[in-house]
């Protein structure tokens, strides 16, 4: 069996200049290829130097300091979720999308736009803020968090234009429960998810899903998971439509740049739970 290869005092020095070169751009996302050239190295010799050095990759290492950034941002201007932070919130790693499927409307149901169906909504606190939950007998089929700037959040005739609405808090407590159990990272019952959008749009929602918590991604690279690598405008189109907030993990998502971008649902909303992840994921 063959010796692992030694680290040198040349290696050493490379990674240190990578780790100030990613910790310095962390707004731009430096890829791979930027890393290597900063270096002078191949990017597969960069990659695997990285590693074997760091005991994690480049890409790993940028995902973690994108994070460590969005958490530095709230503690200096967000002492409510700074005290949250420092009270327990941490654990084993967020189980978040743990038994989540999402089933879409047939094309049939998606055109009679909830015609014979029946909808269930109420409205609850979670630990962000109060949320619209609806279901129906095949899931959940839109979450809203709610605030005075968005009154029309409560109604959701207008997705639904021909389905029935019960206002039926007791049907939709359980559904709010497991929100706020998962957004502090305590996740206990399977969810069933159940969309009305066009294909693209599905695609798009069940990319989202594929994100672990703790983790960031880009417009570009969800458009890249779907097989549309140019489509990266129609993708932020279908991730702003998102009608399941949270569980559908859209907040996920930055600008190319690392900036925080938009958020359907409040800027500082998404700043919340990207830090709440963050500190209760280990990196």
């Known amino acids: 069996m063959s010796a692992t290869r030694p680290v040198t005092g040349s290696d050493y020095s490379r990674v240190e200049k990578a780790i100030r070169f990613l910790d310095a751009n962390t707004r731009d996302q430096p890829s791979l290829a930027a890393v290597a050239r900063h270096l002078g190295l191949s990017e597969s010799r960069c990659h695997h130097l990285f590693h074997r050095w760091a005991g994690i990759t ?4 940028l995902q973690a300091a994108t994070l460590e950034h969005a958490k530095s941002l709230l503690r200096q201007s967000r002492p409510v979720l700074q005290a949250a932070l420092e009270s327990g919130l941490s654990g084993p790693g967020r189980l ?7 089933e879409s409307m047939t094309p049939g149901e998606y055109r009679r736009a909830g015609e014979g169906l029946t909808i269930r909504w109420g409205i609850h ?21 709610l605030s005075p700037l968005q009154p029309s959040a409560i ?20 559904i709010a429960t497991e929100i706020s159990h998962r957004i502090l990272n305590r996740p206990h019952a399977p969810l069933s998810l159940l969309c009305r959008g066009t ?5 798009v929602w069940q990319a989202l899903l594929a ?21 990266h405008r129609a993708a932020a189109s279908a991730i702003g439509a998102n009608p399941i907030a949270y569980l559908i993990p859209c907040h996920r998502v930055l600008r190319n740049t690392g900036a925080m971008g938009g958020y359907r649902w409040g800027e500082e909303r998404k700043r919340t739970l990207l830090a709440l992840e963050s500190a209760t994921t280990p990196l």
């Open 58 to 61: 480049p890409k790993d290492f």
């Open 155 to 174: 109604d959701l005739q207008p997705s639904f234009p021909h389905s029935r609405l019960v206002r039926d808090q007791s049907s939709t407590l359980p």
């Open 96 to 102: 978040h999308d743990l038994f989540l499927s999402l």
């Open 211 to 231: 994100i672990p918590s703790g983790s960031v991604t880009t417009y570009g690279e969800v458009a890249s998971r779907i097989g549309h690598p140019a489509a």
């Open 199 to 203: 294909p693209f749009q599905i695609k």
């Open 125 to 145: 606190a979670t630990p962000v803020g109060e949320a619209l939950v609806a279901l129906t007998h095949r899931g959940v089929c839109a979450i809203r968090f």
